[in-house]
């Protein structure tokens, strides 16, 4: 059974960091591309960022270039997110998401909540 | 503001059908056979329930189908049930990127 399993959310003041992490099982980890998607309280989804499967590339949305970072390990079955220079509008459950079934996000992790708030 | 339109909600009695539409562009939905439909019901995550525009995933109800025309998706429910009350999501690829539409909210009357 594909499980996704995040962590690392939490309460942030503005400007912080925070790491993000997903812990992938139940498939060949290192054979699929990763995504992250994050949705605002009662907003809709946005996709966040990509890796492709070796983490050699990468993609992001223009709103979060520059201050966030995808990687992964593939020995450890890890994807991450590093979230630099929080703002108060990237408040959000955080996704992690899995390239899969033709060219869809086929299966979700239940999500980890970052708030930043002062 | 999100990168594809769809209807903020639909709702239809039980056994009934309903449409919505997911309008996007020629650089997204019309532009490549990369659509897919997510079902997302209150504090969960959201389940694919069609890709590639309107194929249906192992154990996802056949009464859910999904078509496209020009730069417009759409997802069918039929035969209505209590339990398809949900938010629904389109997506499309977009050139390295991945964009969704606002969601539209289900009622079951």
């Known amino acids: 059974e594909v499980q996704l399993v995040e962590s690392g959310g939490g309460l942030v003041q503005p400007g912080g960091s925070l790491r993000l992490s997903c812990a992938a099982s139940g498939f060949i980890f290192s054979s699929y591309w990763m995504h992250w998607v994050r949705q605002a309280p009662g907003k809709g989804l946005v996709w966040v960022s990509h890796i492709n499967s070796e983490g050699s590339s990468s993609s992001y949305a223009d709103s979060v270039k520059g201050r966030f970072t995808i990687s992964r390990d593939n020995a450890q079955n890890t994807l991450y997110l590093q979230i630099n220079s929080l703002r108060v509008d990237d408040t959000a459950v955080y996704y992690c998401?899995?390239?899969?079934?033709?060219?869809?996000?086929?299966?979700w992790g239940q999500g980890t909540l970052v708030t930043v708030s002062s | 503001q999100s990168a594809l339109t769809q209807p903020a909600s639909v709702s239809g009695s039980p056994g009934q059908s309903i449409t919505i539409s997911c309008t996007g562009t020629s650089s997204d939905v019309g532009g490549y056979t990369y659509v897919s439909w997510f079902q997302q019901h209150p504090g969960k995550a959201p389940k694919l329930i069609i890709y590639d525009v309107s194929k249906r995933p192992s154990g996802v109800s056949g009464r859910f189908s999904a078509s496209k025309s020009d730069n417009t998706a759409s997802l069918t429910i039929s035969g209505l049930q209590a339990e398809d009350e949900a938010d629904y999501y389109c997506?499309?690829?977009?050139?390295?990127?991945?964009?969704f539409g606002g969601g539209t909210k289900l009622t079951v009357l």
């Open positions: 997506s499309s690829y977009r050139s390295i990127r991945w964009v």
């Open positions: 998401v899995r390239w899969g079934l033709g060219w869809s996000l086929d299966y």
